[in-house]
């Protein structure tokens, strides 16, 4: 528990998982901190997330809107000062469209939303995730429209060799290969990382409880808090 | 010059209107006529035979007249629920019609003061060469609005028919939560308070959809309807919903009325007829997102994601202060004054002025036809025995009305907001509501092919059938919302269908002693002569006793045994899949409703203790009869590693397995309680028969006479990607 440990959530006008992933915070023992888009400047924190849902109504492209928006100069600059930065789902959209991070988020190929869970494996331990071993799964939502994770031509090894891919579909066993790919991700990419900021498509605020399908949600955003795996919840 | 059949209206209401002001109407009270006499906003066929059902209970907060029922889930919350259609604007247009039907009753909802926390949608489409566009319309249309504004869809139905082709139905249940106590709904403006329209500028979209799309009957000019539907903004319906909670949830409003069909029309005439009040409404206010919009344009239009608030003055400045928060466009566009009057200006130019009395409290409603009920010629019912067929298991899994739904429901969002405890792959749904107990259950049942030959019976078992469900999790039924579709309620016999539907659901919920508090009408379900089934859509919310461990719907283990609780005496094969399979069309049986009741109160009496007398799951049995049922409680497990070996009395046939009576379940049962169930018709005044066991074998065994196997796998495929189809 730490109840010193502030995390900033940035609501943009559309977003709809903000609450589940305040929830989440708190049942952490975290102080969650809601951050209104328009703010110019942050006050002081240790973690930002960038929740998930429609921002903006996902209109010109999801998460296009929501990288203008005022506080992401703020963030991006926090950000550059080492803040860690997590953005889940639109969130992670939001961060690639600002070019935080590498790649960009495409429609499904299915041309329809996904929603169901699903399971990943961290493919790379990073420094962010303490204690959240390589290889570790990790069974999580996925529900989105927009949720193909592709590169720009010559990128891909590159994010591979720097270590920057952090999660992928998997099969239960921690497969990857076609039949565990959901929406067409390059080489099944789930979650991608530089440096300290952090994307991923599955939502770890929904899986914070046996009863809701799965606790394994709480094990990753404990670790990502620098709580370990074993936070108490 | 505006005639009254421009507006939709019939000569003698003309005369009627005139005859009740005293005068002719000008041309835009003669529009406001149309609209709010329209049957969409009056339910001048229904309204009388609404009045039948039962509306009274001990959980009932608000029933029926206002934006949605309410009843009281626990100490701390109310649960606020509706059925709402739209069927008409999504055979027209069916993504934005499907999307405009989810923000509407999510607006219900919101307008009573509570935040939705899940959708069901029961969706009815037919089986031509049209039909998969309707249904990937439809699905992408409820999950746009649905997964953009963040509501979970937690359950569904869905199935076909013929009937359907031209009249597809897009029916949708929303659920809010809000603090018990909290009083919030159209009947409290006090004169003096400000009226402000907040959300999206009025444009003109949707004139006449009430009065001219969805209370007539489809024919060959259908197709120039489609500028009468809609468009959706979930956008701006979030941005609405968090603003109207924000006001609301602060007591900032003395009323909220939406802006559903006819637009600002209803919504004025509405909330001033509930309130008591007077309206003075200046059209010039209204923010319009097209130029030189008319009054009547203004008034008529159904632009989507509006809201209507009554503000007392001294909080004024407060609403203002949360509307500029979300950066929702609002105008003040009028006033509450003592009266009964709804008074339209422009500027300082009175434009219409009519009692509300008239306008909203005198359209002629229907009377009700006191006869006894008819069905269909249709056959006798099949009493003659008919031996097992192997292949009937495969036709009934592969059957449309039983098919997996995953490629529908993966396209939802089912678990934002992290309640759902059960989504849609289970029969029912289950929440989690604040610390845990109690939960929510939710379940949503529209039994189509019961109600084909015998409405009135089949109107009992959607009741049943929805009963049921919430019934397998133990849960208590705290009230129903009924949407009622059929065909044109000025013909003889969809009228007749439609009456007999609506007692049959009154008869029900009155021997189980379930209130309706709230439904929706959707008539002239119907194109060039051919009306639909007449098709409840029941919804039910029930308290859960214990949502973090909902029952389970599938055996843990092999050797656990199989009961049949409540198996009919006498099965009959009516109204069910595989007698459409069969080619028969036989009406719905007769159900012995004393012997359900018993079996309900039952279920909810032990399921909460369930681990004292070795209950270990519990499935509902309902379209494709008790073979689906164990079917798929063996094919959710994962890995498929079970099966069950069922023996039947020596006499027992297809019609045990197959027949879709409502009110029977399949219980799994620890073997070491085998006593307690042997004896339990004596100490519960239950019937429950022992059918099998559980294997070890993927495989179903039936054995009664002879023996027929069907492997999972390939009831699985059957399942996934339908059966044989060539015998349909």
Redesign the interface.
Known sequence: MNNDLSVGIVIF??S??D??TI??IFALGAKPVVLDYRLRSLPVLDRVILPG??S????LRSGALAAAAPIMDAVEKAAANGLPVLGICNGFQILCERGLLPGALLPNPSG?????WQTVRVANESPLFTGLHQGRILRL?I?H?EGSYRTAQGQLADLFDRGQVFLQYSDPEGQSHGLTNPNGSVANIAGVQNRNVVGLMP?P??A??T???SRDGADLLASWLGMGENAVC | MLTHQDVGLSASEDQEIVQLLGRRPNELELGLFGALWSEHCSYKSSKNLLAQLPHQGQFVVQGPGGNAGVVQLSADWDIAFKIESHNHPSFVEPLQGAATGVGGILRDIVAMGARPIAIADILKFGVNEQAPALLHGVVEGIGAYGNAIGIPNVTGSLGFSAVYDANPLVNVLAVGMRRHGLQVGADGARPGSVLILIGQGTGRDGIHGASLLASRDFGAETEEMRPTVQVGDPFMGKLLMEATLAVVGKGFADAVQDLGAAGLTSSTAELAYASSVGLIVDVSKVICREQNMSPYEIMLSETQERMLLSVPKQNLASVLEVLAWYELPYAEIGRVVAGDFLRIEAGDQVLAELPTSVLVGSCPRLPVMHDVRIWDAGQPSVLEKIGLQSRWGYQVLGHPDCRNRSSVYQRYDSMIGTRTVWGPEHDVAVMHIGNGKPGLCIAVAAPARWAAYDSYAGGIGAVVAALSLVAAQGAVPLGLTDGINAGNPAKFEPYRKMADLIRGIGKAAEIFEVPVTGGNVSLHNETEGQAIWPTAAIGVVARHPNPEHPIADAPPDAGVRILALNPPANPDLGGSVLAEILGRSDRYPVLDLRAIQHSLRFLVEIIPQAETVGLLGCRAVGIGGLFFAVAKSLMTKTPMALGANLVLAGDADARFVFNEMAGQWVLFVDPEFQSFWDHVSETHGVSVVDIGWVTGSPEVVITAGRSLTWPLIDLWRAYRKGGVRDVR
């Open positions: 006008p559309g709809n998982c609450n589940d929830a989440a849902g429609f903006y109504g996902d209109y329809k939303f996904i929603c169901q939502p529900a429209h939502h605020e929904r914070m409880a009863y809701l399908g």
